[in-house]
């Protein structure tokens, strides 16, 4: 990272351009951060299961122990290899692009890597997947995306609880939607406001797994969709929960005739209270 210093007399929209630039870099080396603490623990889990039945199979000589063993060590060695599989996948596709993608599987993936997390923190996690066409995304940025919502949810709920996670396509407005719907602290309504904010957290600093505090990664959320000409919405309510919308774009845009109905990409309705929303 560079960090030219601008003098004070430079022009105010010179300094803007820098900081953002600096905010962008920040949110990078956040969500690469979180990455690798989320994948290290991971992947340190799969090795202890492998060490373990390595030695149960060693100090037990019988046949159907070490049957077990090696059923076990082979079922950790898959789980390792699609662990590093997908961050290799993460860190090949850097590109900007957006290209047609399938969400159901980005999402399947996001959840393979914090299956153990997920467990951990007793969390039940219920997939909804309804079939839906491949959306107009960058796979990457979208995970990153979706890693920062789990995991806030997952936070939102320190004793554990549900998660829910569904996917369906919304033809009226001819978007895919993706929640993530905690049903943990919620947020009051006088702090909706500023959750999209950089650096806006009410995490003391990261928490055991090296995770949240930084206030970056709503930010960064609202940035991508941004991108993506999506949008973001949010319900909450405390002490009940909270969902996040995300609504994408599909690959192959509906085909609409003038006379029946809306055009693609129309306006969404204005969601109440208590709710924000943003485009
Ligand atoms: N699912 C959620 N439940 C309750 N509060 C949330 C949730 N997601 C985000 N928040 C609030 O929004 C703040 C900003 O989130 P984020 O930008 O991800 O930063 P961080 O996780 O580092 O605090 C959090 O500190 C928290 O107060
Ligand atoms: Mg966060």
Known sequence: MQH??????HPLEQQVELLKRRLAEAQKLTALGELVSTTTHEFNNVLMTIINYAKLGMRHRDAATRDKAFEKILSAGNRAAKITNTVL???????????PT?????????LMLLEREMNKYRIRVEKQFRPIP????????IQQVLLNLLIN????MPNGGRLVIRLSHDQENDMIDLVVRDFGSGIPQEKLPHIFDA???TKDGPD???????GLGLSTCRDIIESHRGRVRVDSTVGKGTAFTLKLPPAKPIAR?????????HPIAAPQSPTTSMS
Not at 4 to 9: A, E
Not at 89 to 99: H, M, P, T
Not at 208 to 214: N, Q
């Open 89 to 99: 996948g993460l860190a090949r596709n850097r590109a900007a692009g957006q290209e």
């Open 102 to 110: 399938d969400l159901t599987k980005l999402v399947d993936d996001a």
């Open 134 to 141: 491949e959306a107009m995304v960058n796979g990457n940025q």
């Open 199 to 201: 650096f806006y957290s």
């Open 208 to 214: 055991a797994s090296g995770k949240g505090g930084t």
């Open 4 to 9: 030219q210093q601008l003098p004070d007399h």
């Open 257 to 265: 005739t003038p006379s029946l109905g809306a055009p693609v990409g």
């Open 153 to 156: 949810a997952r936070q939102a």
